[in-house]
T-cell receptor
């Protein structure tokens, strides 16, 4: 069965520091992978997605993610974090059966110190 | 352009009461979904629809029913609410048959006492 693991429940970084959020997935075939962000009291917004091709994908708000098949990982990175990046981040994998059935990880809550 | 709108945004129910959450989208999307979000568990798919008049079960469908009588609306019903259904519910819609972007509503917080 498909699954997504986000090992870090909470992460705190200083503004201007670099960020890496980890995501590991379990999937039998080539996965479709996503990162979504949820600001407090809001719905989820797509940051970036990987379907195929270049394993380094760029997203909105200066985020990028790298697909590593050998490690079953799709980690999210940002070179310099802004206070407005404080939010909860969800990794998701496209599930078998199509119809946009996404399996979400439990999320990583990011706090940013000034 | 409102996107995906959920009503109500907050609701408190007593055990055994019934209610309906309404999701409306104005993007002409074929696919619509209901998720629930619980602390430490991410989002879990309750039911989804691949078009007007169709519905299907997701990961956690028990205790919920849905209807898609109009393309733009997707209703989630609780016939007899239980405390285990206390959660934040998110509706989403999508234009693509395979893994396009999901557009989410702002959520509906339901508390069952």
């Amino acid at each position: 069965a498909q699954s997504v693991t986000q090992p870090d429940i909470h992460i705190t970084v200083s503004e201007g520091a670099s960020l890496e959020l980890r995501c590991n997935y379990s999937y039998g075939a080539t996965p479709y992978l996503f990162w979504y962000v949820q600001s407090p009291g809001q719905g989820l917004q797509l940051l970036l997605k990987y379907f195929s091709g270049d394993t380094l994908v760029q997203g909105i708000k200066g985020f990028e993610a790298e697909f590593k098949r050998s490690q079953s990982s799709f980690n999210l990175r940002k070179p310099s974090v802004h206070w407005s990046d404080a939010a909860e981040y969800f990794c998701a994998v496209g599930a078998m059966g199509g119809y946009n059935k996404l399996i979400f990880g439990a999320g990583t809550r990011l706090a940013v110190h000034p | 352009n409102a996107g995906v709108t959920q009503t109500p945004k907050f609701r408190v129910l007593k055990t055994g009461q019934s209610m309906t959450l309404l999701c409306a989208q104005d993007m002409n999307h074929e696919y619509m979904y209901w998720y629930r979000q619980d602390p430490g568990m991410g989002l879990r798919l309750i039911h989804y629809s691949v078009g007007e008049g169709t519905t299907a079960k997701g990961e956690v469908p028990d205790g919920y029913n849905v209807s898609r009588l109009k393309k733009q609306n997707f209703l989630l019903g609780l016939e007899s609410a239980a405390p285990s259904q206390t959660s934040v519910y998110f509706c989403a819609s999508s234009y693509s048959i395979r893994f396009g972007e999901l557009f989410f509503g702002e959520g509906s917080r339901l508390t069952v006492l």
